[in-house]
């Protein structure tokens, strides 16, 4: 599992060096996409990621910094010829976003797209892709506004030293232990998967949080994540104005990091006030060292 964050800025004016929020998860051949901001397509080309590899768009809230990429990216898919469904999972209202602005621009889809209406109330799983379970809550934002958080499905690995004390040579053997969990050798020896396998390491899981303010339901959502990414739209000094327009400052990202015991905490969503991100980076290791900036395209393992 690895993260491409396409955008770091809080909403504004567009600038050239940087992008509103969109996240890219790489689920093997799958491509999960967070929020879809203006220039989306664009970074999705930089980044190198292609189209038809996303199935699933996830959209923290409706204000204009997370979805004015949308319905560019669903014309386009529209011209390459789509016919792969496409799952959207949404607070109520987009739907009829998509909808109506399709059938104004007289670019109805050729695919199927299923868009997925979150309730507020929603706190179990929504969705699987690829043996990933992502589940979601309601965050504390100015409108409906959800985090997102993708558990790694269980998986050990074959331990080639085990193999070898077994004296198994063929791969299509530990194919079938693999696949069917144990195999019966010519001599008669019976060979479980749990005897060939490293032992079980924790599932890895990364999180999203659109915009919020410093909540439980993120700390909730973030427990024990490997990657927690979070917004901090202001610096520390700012705390009055982040409660007052439902953002977070530096030091409540790492706040919320810290309770929640991630491993580490990727911080984004940043004012375009800020020439620099290096003085909200400070400000978050005082409280929890393990903090960094999302860099725009950078291809980050979880
Ligand atoms: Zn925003
Ligand atoms: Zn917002």
Known sequence: MKFCVLGTKAGGAPLTSKHTSATALILGSETVLFDCSEGTQIQLL?????????????????????????????????????????????????????????????????FPIHVHTLRTDETGEIATVKGHRISTRLLEHRIDSFGFRVEEPPHRNIDIEKVRAFGIEEGAIIGQIKREGSTTLADGRVIHFADIAQPERPPKVFVYCGDTRKCAATVFLAKDASVLLHEATFRDDMSDKAVERFHATSTQAAEVAREADVERLFLTHISVRYKSGLPILREARKVFPASFLAKELAMVEV
Do not use: C, Q, W
């Open 46 to 110: 930089r980044s190198k990621i292609s189209r038809p590899s996303i199935n699933h768009i996830f959209i923290s809230h409706l204000h204009g910094d997370h979805i004015l990429g949308l319905l560019p990216l669903l014309t386009t898919m529209n011209g390459d010829r789509r016919t792969a469904p496409l799952h959207i999972y949404a607070p109520s209202g987009l739907e009829a976003f998509v909808r109506l602005g399709m059938s104004i621009m007289d670019a109805l889809p050729l």
